[in-house]
């Protein structure tokens, strides 16, 4: 089933829009003015953005929320997405990614995260993984003498699941090639305590500290004694002590990660209960990593992995390390996240998998 969302079914009052048995659809606005779907199953619920970058705003699942803790208490219509920046994922690309250098024209992470989507759609059917309902939708980007595009992002949960399946199609419509950067910007909420287990080795060429700081921030004597910390060790991030401060932020670029037979990574972030956040994907596909953190009074985010195609240091940076992917004329680029909840039980197989990956 596919049924194109319109704005004019959208009100300030949560409706209920499609009923496949354990899995809904509503709809609402935002105070903001702002469109959402919440699709729901007997576990918990996604938010989605259908017109708004297809961003999945919230996930709530075993009664914990999984996204981060902002300043932002709600989506508002904004030019850029740093000004409505408190959504659980968000889509970063297409044609330049990253924080940009002076010398870079593209916007922080490209034109995907919140731009208006031309269509959006409600979609269920069944699958391998069983029976499912989502978001999608498309948005074209057509620029005279230049690219020529139509990205297609999916959210979707599935009956009795916890976990959501996130992806993408950049559809390169033109005859000439498109350059293309992608990255799947995930972000957990933090937790002092919690514990992160991934299948990638805990070194420093593996775990490559950023030392530049982002323009926009002004760091203080006690960021730069951390930073100094994880520098000498990077496993120092596997756990946010009670006195670490990361303010503005620590970001890795993650090199070298392991898949497990069906080359699929695995990163998983226990909480002191047990239960876990969990991110799981295709380490071919989307070959470079970064973990993103930032934990201080105003802001808490874990970006335990945010799985892509480049690393976040801008177009003309990542040109140069050959990070800058080519997709020729008419063909596409599908990428696929896995992520969400964990219950200590589950927590612990995934642990053991990571473990034997690992070994």
């Given amino acids: 089933m596919k049924i194109r969302l319109n704005e004019s079914a959208f009100t300030d009052r949560e409706t209920l829009f499609a009923d496949a048995g354990e899995l809904k659809a509503y709809l ?22 259908p017109f708004d970058g297809q961003m999945v705003w919230d996930a709530v699942f075993c009664g914990r929320s999984l996204k981060m803790k902002t300043s932002f208490d709600m989506p508002r219509r904004r030019g850029i997405f740093r ?14 990614m990253g924080c940009p250098s002076p010398e ?14 031309d269509r959006a759609f409600l979609v269920s059917g069944e699958d391998e993984k069983g029976r ?8 074209e980007y057509n620029r005279a003498f230049g690219s020529h ?5 999916v959210a979707k949960v599935y009956e009795g699941s916890t976990l959501i399946d996130v992806g993408i199609e950049v559809e390169n419509k033109a005859a000439h090639p498109m350059d293309l950067m992608y990255m799947c910007h995930v972000n957990n909420a933090p937790e002092v305590g919690a514990e992160i287990y991934q299948t990638l080795p805990w070194t420093p060429e593996n775990m490559v500290v950023r030392v530049s700081i982002p323009q926009y921030n002004e760091p203080d004597p006690a ?24 303010d503005p932020e620590i970001v890795l670029f993650l090199r070298g990660v392991k898949g497990d037979e069906d080359g699929k990574a695995h990163f998983l972030y226990v909480h002191k209960d047990g239960s876990a956040d969990y991110t799981t994907y295709d380490a071919a596909v989307l070959n470079r990593g970064v973990r993103w953190m930032v ?23 990542e040109k140069k390390k050959g990070n800058v992917r080519i ?10 996240v896995t992520v969400g909840y964990l219950a200590p039980g589950e927590a612990e197989q995934v642990k053991q998998k990571i473990e034997t990956v690992m070994k």
């Avoid at 960021?223 to 990361?246: A, H, N």
Wanted: glycine share 10%; proline share 5%; aromatic share 12%.
């Fill in 223 to 246: 960021f730069m004694e951390l930073l100094d910390r994880v520098q000498q060790d990077v496993s120092v991030t596997r756990v946010i002590g009670p006195e670490d401060v990361y």
């Fill in 295 to 317: 934990n201080h009074d105003d802001w808490k985010s874990m970006g335990m992995v945010l799985p892509a195609t480049a690393e976040p240091e801008g177009y003309i940076a």
């Fill in 104 to 117: 870079d024209d593209h916007g922080h992470h490209g034109e995907l995260p919140y731009v208006r989507y």
């Fill in 83 to 96: 000004d409505t920046y408190g959504c659980y994922i968000m889509h970063c690309g297409a044609l330049a």
């Fill in 327 to 336: 997709l020729p004329g008419k063909e596409t680029f599908r990428a696929n």
């Fill in 132 to 139: 499912y309902m989502g978001v999608t939708g498309e948005y």
């Fill in 149 to 153: 595009y139509m990205a297609r992002p």
């Fill in 28 to 49: 609402f606005r935002y105070e903001s003015g702002i469109c959402a779907v919440k699709i729901e199953n007997e576990k918990g619920y996604i938010t989605v953005l």
